[in-house]
């Protein structure tokens, strides 16, 4: 069963920097397109940032340049960095496949931060 583990969130100041990791296990192929999802309160979730299988990155015009998904495949795992964080990136993070209907959704990871 395709299960995914979110961690690295917490309270930052802005300006401050955050790497956010995904375990990925289960039926969950290395060569799916993953990504990162950010939801705010009272938001949809949104993508935020894609990685195809062979290493190809997409971004979300919000967090272009400030922001860098990688993959681990040998370790089935997958990273945001965010750097230069802004008080609107506050949100619940999630990582999931991307293009393809999504896996069950893992618990998220927080990310606060303040002004």
């Known amino acids: 069963q395709a299960q995914l583990v979110e961690s690295g969130g917490g309270l930052v100041q802005a300006g401050g920097s955050l790497r956010l990791s995904c375990a990925v296990s289960?039926?969950?192929?290395?060569?799916?397109?993953m990504g990162w999802y950010r939801q705010t309160p009272g938001n949809q979730r949104e993508l935020v940032a894609v990685?195809?299988?062979?290493?190809?990155?997409n971004y979300a015009d919000s967090v272009k340049g400030r922001f860098t998904i990688s993959r681990d495949n040998a370790k089935n795992m997958v990273y945001l960095q965010m750097n230069s964080l802004k008080v609107e990136d506050t949100g619940v993070y999630y990582c999931?496949?991307?293009?393809?209907?999504?896996?069950?959704w893992g618990q998220g990871t927080q990310v606060a931060v303040s002004s």
């Open positions: 990685i195809f299988s062979g290493g190809t990155t």
């Open positions: 999931n496949a991307v293009y393809r209907a999504p896996f069950p």
């Open positions: 289960g039926s969950i192929s290395r060569l799916n397109t």
